[in-house]
């Protein structure tokens, strides 16, 4: 889990300076979350959960919303993608993109809710195509991000459990 | 068995009980310094040297960026300027232009309200053709009602008179051409003489008596003997007076009160002076 404690820095660090390169205002890919989709798809233990919540912790410490949230969702997204990786035969590249593009909406859905509360307001509309625009940028990342930590996982000898162990 | 409902399902129980610890992070509402934020506040301060690195780093990188891309936008913006610029500066002088040339009318109304005679305003749109004559051309003739002899004045004193007229256009004689011969007196001494021009350029007053007293400064203004000129229009000053050899006349040089290269509007008197009743001092 070393792997993706660097990882999850690295994202952070990305995701929190990015915007301040652009001479222009972007939607910031969400990195943070495509490593939890990936760790629910591929790596399947209790240190994966655990991974998953802490990176969500970390999530919410750089962001605005109340701390826990973020992990929360990311937990969620874990659990979420993990049943699907036990569903599916052989999870590839693809399912990864459409989950993160599903966990990306999944936690603005969440956030949305905790922020508007549970009756909602006028402003969903308006928040929507940003949304979609959002997930649509974090899956079209998710496939770089997914090779570059099977390379890392590669080079540093790192483990992949297979959900097969356990059945 | 049980260990082996763990096995299966480890991964679900930690998540699960992840969640629920979470959900107790949102509903407690942690308090900052409590020790669940600890964590978080490590993490920032973790990452807070390479934030602060590239953050120096993005500011320049970000400047060049925004620099290059406002240079662009500079450039346009400076092109669309210094169009704009000289359009501004074209209709500045267009605006100065035609204030000048109201300015110089309303000079002429005035003039021909100060001396109650019909008269006519025209624009000078031509000069001799030749460096000999002291011409000028205007741009009406006998469709607006001039005639040859017709005096011609300008706001700041006499030009000549009319020595050809066509329909739409006309040609003014100046009083300094070697052809013109103007009747006129001295202000203060009453001293006559006939101004006219010299071939090689200049303004005299001929016919002045060597005993007439003239000085430099006078004003000479028109006499009304001709029956072209309405008595009392300024001509010049005397510039110079000289006795040279032994003719009977001063040799008098003027300046002309107008200035002929730079004439634009003119007035045409169309009506004729009143015939004069000449004064006793003028017959002395």
Partial sequence: ?167 | MRSSFLRRNGVILTAGTLLILGLHLILSGTRPGARASRPAIALIELLRPVQAFEAGFSDETSGFVHDYLELVGTRRENDALRKELAELESERARTSELEAENQRLGDLLELRDALAMKAVAANVIGSDATGLSRTLIIGQGSHSGFRRDMAVIAAAGVVGKLIAVAPDAARVMLIDDHNSALDAIDQRSRARGIVGGVIDDGLTMKYVGRTEDLKPGDTIVTSGMDGIFPRGLLVGKVAQVSQEGPGLFLNVELSPAADFRKLEQLLVLTQKPPELQIDADDRN
């Fill in chain 1, 1 to 167: 889990m070393g792997l993706f404690t660097i990882a999850t820095l690295i994202a952070l660090i990305l995701q929190t300076t990015i915007p301040r390169l652009l001479p222009f205002e972007i939607l910031v890919p969400e990195l943070t979350l495509i490593l939890v989709v990936d760790l629910g798809l591929r790596y399947h233990g209790i240190p994966a959960a655990l991974a998953a919540f802490a990176i969500g912790y970390a999530t919410d410490a750089f962001s605005g919303n109340q701390l826990g949230l973020n992990a929360v969702l990311f937990t969620a997204v874990f659990i979420l993608t993990y049943g699907l990786s036990r569903a599916v035969f052989s999870p590839g590249r693809v399912l990864g993109v459409m989950a993160v593009f599903g966990g990306v909406l999944f936690c603005a859905l969440g956030t949305y809710l905790a922020g508007a509360g549970w009756t909602g307001s006028e402003n969903a509309a308006l928040v929507t195509p940003a949304i979609l625009i959002q997930a649509a940028l974090t899956a079209l990342c998710a496939p770089a991000i997914f090779a570059m930590m099977d390379g890392a996982a590669w080079m540093t000898g790192l483990r992949r459990s297979s959900s097969r162990e356990y059945s």
